[in-house]
């Protein structure tokens, strides 16, 4: 199996509003893939489709060997997609290490008899879960960060932090949307380091939106453009720059010539 | 650490001691409360504003039931309107499974101080207080099924309505086919006393709560017992899976099923084990007062449970459990001791328990102005007060 997701025309209307017009898109196991498209081009619609928070109008989607098209956020979670936020969604008031420990939530078993009366292997458990949360946290460039309120944390880390959370779910397939948004020039080019690591050393197929060209063309070894909810290129980041209506969709009509 | 080796089981020992030795000595204090309430109200000047014992009883089963409560509304942040819902359940397990209300039957299993010729199902209070928690998480994750789907303003509406549903169920209940359920207006009593029978005398444990001199002494033992169990599960579910679980759907729905949470099975479970506590809560109040009354399922005790949560700390289990006994006492006798005071040293005619509601709301008013956590707050709403807060937040919260 080469590929780990294959969306298959995949649609989705909001009302009236064609968000997202038959895309048909797969992710090649273990690769680096960037979405791109002009504002409103229905990227991040797709990644809330990819990930359960919205419901395909038509289409499927298959993951790791299950149809996933329509299946609530938390069944897509816990067969291997993890997920960050384009506007950094953290729980704000709790701190860094307990949003790992929701992050493992889907991976742990705890009942609620065994947590009332604190059985050993629910200790043993939770013993296991806070010595992980703080090897990622450490892992993700937190370390001492521990016990800091997620909202208190300054906005590069809190980045880092929703990777490391989405680590915690043990996904093979990890979605970021706008990762280096509102970053410096060095801040991402060291998030893009973290990143390609991540994929090299957790094994990991990494699926991202991203608006900073240098960034994708760096990194990706696939692009896939959108534009009005339609696919209309894909391939290595080299003949993305050289497509016509890549150039048409960002620049306007004659830029290229 | 480089504080000098220690034996492991010396550092526990201490880490023990730290993490509770305060809540040792208030439980203690607590329960030797009977021996010393006499010399209490002995005491000149502040003698009268003491409890009595049988006080102590009523705030410590309200009490009980606010820290259930916060389950709901504390870690899981759903607020919810309706939860005298759950104590009239409990009240009306009780009701049915130690009384002579089905006198078409006769049934008796471990029940003290009921002639064995009585008609009726006569359960032990004991068994009854279980099969009532029981009895009252299903009602909750009935409830929870449908309304759960809804978020916030929506929420507390939908409870609003099952909170006034129920209590209108058990009125109108005396005649459901034909069949007498509930007794209506008139409500259900006597309800079987609590006690451990004969048998176990020979322990120290007491045959009859009702019948023994001490009986409020008994009932006060027991409903402090209860709402010790009722706090140790309240704190260990927070520090587990499913405490973080509900705290994480507080603080951000969308995130937290992303990060792999069942959203409607998270929140029927804090709906469900809040209704829980409620529900024995309930069962053990109608045993104490002998009685289950429709009269007594008002909405006004849904919101004087949440004013027990919001005045000791959302979320905070001791806060809420000092909330609690606060309003409680003030409820109970504190209210209508000031005002006897009051009358009687300055001749002003002014009797506060007529205001009752006026006062706690204007007391919930004057903590949301000075101190919008509560009187404790909890661990992490404090952590954000010592690290300061930065002034604009970092992103928008809206939904995508």
Known sequence: MSDVLTATRVRKEFGGLLAVNDVDFTIPTGKIVSLIGPNGAGKTTFFNLLTGVYTPTAGRIDFDGHQVAGEPPHVITKLGVGRTFQNIRLFPQMTAK???????HARMNAGILGSIFGIPRVRREEREADKRARELLAY???????????????????????????????????????????????ETVTFMEFVSTLRDEQSLTILMIEHDMRVVMGISERVTVLDYGEKIAEGTPQEIQKD???????????AGT | MSAPRRGPSNERLERFARQWGLVLAVVALGFLYPTYVGWLKGLPLVGDYFPTVGSMVIMTVFTMMAVGLNIVVGYAGLLDLGYVAF?????????WLASQQFEQVTFHFGSVGVAPTLSGIHLSIWLVLLIAGLFTTIVGILIGLPTLRLRGDYLAIVTLGFGEIIPQFVRNGDNVGGFDLTHGTFGISPIDSPGFGSGLSSLGLPDNYRQSFEAERLFFYTALALLLVTVICSVRLRDSRLGRAWIAIREDETAAAAMGIPLMRTKTWAYALGAFFGGVAGAFYASFKS?????????NISVFLLCMVILGGMGSVWGVVIGGMLLGYLNAEGLATIGSKLSSSTGIDFEPSKYQFGIYGLIIVVMMLFRPTGLVSERRRKLELEEGVHDEPLYASQRE
């Open chain 1, 98 to 104: 307990e949003n790992v420990l929701v992050g493992m």
């Open chain 1, 140 to 186: 993700a460039g937190l370390r001492g960060r521990d016990h800091h309120l997620a909202r208190n944390l300054p906005y590069g880390d809190q980045r880092r932090l929703e990777v490391a959370r989405a680590l915690a779910t043990k996904p093979k397939l990890l979605l970021l949307d706008e990762p280096t948004a509102g970053m410096n020039p060095q």
């Open chain 1, 244 to 254: 016509e209506r890549v150039i048409e969709a960002y620049l306007g009509r004659g």
């Open chain 2, 87 to 95: 104590y009239a359940a409990g009240a009306y397990t009780a009701a």
């Open chain 2, 291 to 299: 009685g289950a009354f429709p009269a007594d399922f008002y909405f």
